[in-house]
């Protein structure tokens, strides 16, 4: 059976170890002079910065650059970690699934450098990419779009055009989703895939194969 095209951008499962995804991550700030939408699934960078309180803030990640890690809630409402409670924040309030363009919000990211991620493979235009049993073990980068301002979900997937053995592309495919709903070769495959050029994991990635 052919698979149906879903893409959410990349949905931490496990870890490396095998064990379980448990909803870990930690707080970024994303300043309001980031004209980018964000969504629960879109990889992140750190922005070289932090807000007044010293909380790190981040960017969407670009293409072929490092990533931090991954969107996996977005603060409904402006926090003060300074006094440990959630204070009325207008815009982010209106757009509680997603952080809406040049807003100052907070997002929670899944950092580890560990964690494998589901994400649909695509081609560098986010069309259906015939994904086959030799792509496992390239690197590729993340293909980057915007994502649905209804559900919150991210629009980004895994791009297979230029996947190779390069150490600098993001992220690396370790396999295919093992699920009666996924067909490992063929359009709109689920694949699993890490960080490979993690942020905390050293930075330039390992070389594919």
């Known amino acids: 059976m052919a698979n149906t095209s879903k893409i959410n951008g990349f949905r931490p499962v496990k870890h490396t ?3 379980p995804y448990n909803g870990q991550c930690n707080l970024y700030q994303v300043p ?6 964000l969504f629960v699934g879109d990889p992140v960078k750190l922005s070289g910065s932090s807000d007044a309180n010293g909380i ?5 990640a670009t293409a072929g650059g490092p990533v931090l890690g991954v969107i996996v809630g977005i603060v409904p409402a402006k926090l003060d970690p300074v006094a440990g409670k959630m204070t009325a924040g207008s815009t982010a309030l209106d757009t509680p699934q997603y952080r809406a363009a040049s807003t100052d919000a907070f997002v929670l990211v899944c950092d580890s450098d560990d964690v494998i991620y589901e994400v649909e493979a695509t081609t560098s235009g986010g069309a259906s990419y015939s994904f086959a049993a030799a792509d496992v073990g390239l690197n590729a980068d993340a ?3 915007t994502g649905s301002t209804t559900t919150g979900a991210s629009g980004c ?19 295919t989703v093992q699920r009666v709903d996924n067909e490992p070769t063929g359009n709109a495959t689920k694949v ?10 050293g930075g330039t990635g390992a070389t594919g194969v």
């Open 17 to 19: 170890s095998g064990a």
């Open 32 to 37: 309001s002079s980031d004209g980018t939408a």
């Open 56 to 60: 790190a803030t981040v960017i969407r």
């Open 143 to 145: 293909y980057l779009a």
């Open 157 to 175: 997937a895994l791009n297979m055009t230029g996947a190779a053995t390069t150490a600098t592309l993001q992220f690396k495919i370790l396999g």
């Open 192 to 201: 699993l895939a890490k960080i490979n050029q993690a942020t905390f994991g």
